[in-house]
């Protein structure tokens, strides 16, 4: 592969094992569809740098996937969290219209 670039991808600690997939082979399937090779990862303060080599262009549109990924990541994980939230709120509400209905049956909130 000809190569005149490197570049190193900033990635949380979670976007790093969602790129790299189960055992690899999604990051080895990125890297070749774009004619990249990946360097290495690199520990950094808040997670990893993930550095390519390739041509600049390739490594300029998949400098663009990764910031997509990283923004359905992003959307993704906090869906979830919020997701978690409203039905642990909903379950803490429904326990103690539970609770109260056993210990006051008069005064329950149903």
């Known amino acids: 592969m000809l190569s005149d670039s490197s570049l190193a991808f900033l990635l949380r600690n979670s976007e790093l094992f969602l790129i ?23 520990r950094v303060p808040n997670g ?4 390519l080599e390739g041509l600049r262009g390739s490594l300029d549109l998949l400098g663009l996937v ?28 429904t326990a103690f219209n539970i609770l109260t209905l056993l210990i006051c049956p008069d005064t329950a909130a149903f």
Not at 67 to 91: G, N, P, W
Request: hydrophobic content about 40%; overall charge neutral; glycine content about 6%.
């Open 66 to 93: 990764l910031s997509q990924q990283k923004t359905v990541f992003e959307y993704c994980i906090d869906l979830i969290l919020r997701t978690y939230h409203l039905i642990a709120h909903k379950m803490r509400r």
């Open 48 to 51: 990893f740098a993930l550095v």
């Open 20 to 42: 790299l997939g189960t055992d690899g082979s999604d990051l080895r399937r990125l890297a070749e569809s774009y004619d990249v090779s990946v360097e290495g990862v690199t």
